[in-house]
């Protein structure tokens, strides 16, 4: 799947080439194969990114349950706020127990797992299947082959904090609307 760059957007080089043919061109994006020159006044970030290089990210052994599952896992972006990341992971066939410290919301690529929480429910993951886990919880995985996701983590405020943080928000809102 080619990659793409907004091509009218403020900033872009590009703005004047025209796009592919697809849904890409339809929405008025351009393959990355052509974004050679870079100006340095792209505000998105953008990226390629074969499975073939994910790295090693070995599960806990004390969390395998069953088999020898390999990971392997990439981080993609990490998140403004610096509370969280998006990664690319993929996951060989084995039995684990899975400890989420961050919340977790994952969109299912390939494969199939089976993944049950703490009171007994299995979930089936697979392409296009989408999974929420919030931070504290654990989950059994039963990879029975391969799996590989992307996982959007995010560390969630402590509860304590959520208002004095939506204040901050609404106010850098507010600030912003009047610079401009």
């Known amino acids: ?98 400890h989420y410290a961050m919340d977790e919301a994952v969109m299912f690529l390939e494969g199939r797992v089976e993944i049950t929480d703490h009171n007994g429910n299995t979930y089936v993951g697979e392409p296009g299947v989408n999974l929420f886990f919030p931070a504290g919880t654990v989950a059994e995985w039963h990879v029975p082959v391969y799996i590989r996701k992307i996982a959007f983590n995010h560390n969630p405020v402590p509860r304590y904090f959520r208002l004095a943080a939506r204040i901050a928000d609404k106010t850098r809102t507010v600030i912003s609307r009047l610079r401009k």
């Open 1 to 98: 799947m080619p990659q793409v760059k907004k091509s009218n957007f403020p900033g872009s080089d590009l703005a004047g080439r025209i796009a592919p043919e697809g849904l890409a061109s339809k929405l008025g994006f351009q393959s990355n194969a052509e974004a050679t020159v870079r100006t340095g006044a792209e505000v998105f970030t953008l990226d390629r990114m074969p499975v073939s290089d994910l790295a090693p990210a070995p599960i806990r052994p004390e969390w395998i349950l069953e088999g020898s599952p390999r990971a392997m896992c990439r981080q993609l972006s990490g998140l403004s706020d610096r509370r969280g990341d998006v990664c690319h992971w993929s996951c060989t066939a084995g039995r684990f127990r899975w």
